[in-house]
């Protein structure tokens, strides 16, 4: 059963400068792990596998929590299976602007964004995020990762896989998690994808960008595995920040790699 989220992955080979940025926007770290075993059942899910790997947990009032995960280094184009939109009052000041349609979002998906953002997002490149990311001018929301994008050419099938997830959509098109708990939401919003340079529909834990959305989950080993997930799926159990954990990480055919959490 999915209770709510457990973080959205954003790859790093600078967890420090990562950090430090996301500070900007309130994070404060959860717990640091900067030597975890990195399991072999994870390596499909890489460019290269190595035993060991660094992660930090960070969360902000109000906004969706982040974990910085460090394989030993970036590899390829960003990964397109999630967008990051950050809301503030105003953009970081050394961001890099991008035209919006460099990213592989379609016309389509833009106004997507824009029903259910009540604005069309500016895109930037974060040097110390290492990506490309969306922002929305916001003062009377938490600043922070207001939602996520996921650009697909086959939005049936994304939302097919948020339904088995126990997200819903809500009238503007932003898919939320049945949760009441505020800290435990995610805001996901489908929208038609493009071919972009620079970018890969190929989620990896070790592309630059945001790969995989984790999510925490109850009584995984005696309840079915939602369909979506069945695909390419593997669990393993492992001990961060001092809690035995049953991880599950899946490949759905559409969407992000999903990863379920139990504690």
């Not at 900007?24 to 390596?43: C, I, M, Q, S």
Request: proline share 10%; glycine share 6%.
């Amino acid at each position: 059963m999915i209770l709510g989220l457990s973080h959205i992955a954003f790859s790093s080979d600078h967890i420090d400068a990562a950090t430090e940025r996301l500070t900007w926007f309130g994070y404060a770290p959860r717990f640091d792990e900067p030597v975890l075993e990195n399991h072999t059942a994870k390596a499909p899910f890489l460019t290269r596998h190595q035993p060991q790997h660094h992660i930090r947990a960070l969360a902000a009032d109000g906004a969706m929590a982040i974990e910085l995960l460090d394989h030993g280094g970036l590899a390829g184009p960003q990964t397109s299976g999630l967008i990051p939109i950050f809301c503030s009052e105003v953009p970081c000041p050394d961001w890099q602007p991008r035209p919006l349609e460099s990213l592989p979002i379609s016309p389509d998906g833009v106004n997507s964004l824009r029903n259910a953002l009540g604005q069309v997002p500016q895109a930037f490149h974060d040097q110390a995020l290492s990506m490309t990311l969306l922002w929305i001018a916001a003062s009377n929301e938490p600043a922070g990762l207001h939602a996520c994008a996921v650009p697909t050419n086959y939005t049936e099938g994304v939302t097919s896989l948020l339904n088995q997830l126990r997200f819903r959509s809500d009238s503007t098109g932003i898919w939320k998690l049945l949760t009441p708990l505020p800290a435990l939401q995610a805001r996901l919003i489908p929208v038609g994808s493009l071919p972009a340079r620079g970018w890969s529909a190929h989620p990896l834990l070790d592309a630059p960008g945001c790969g995989c959305l984790a999510l925490m989950a109850r009584s995984t080993e005696c309840t079915p595995m939602p369909s979506a997930l069945q695909r390419k799926a593997v669990s393993f159990n492992l001990q961060v920040n001092g809690k035995n954990s049953r991880i599950t990480m899946a490949r759905p055919e559409n969407g992000p790699i999903i990863e379920l959490v139990e504690q």
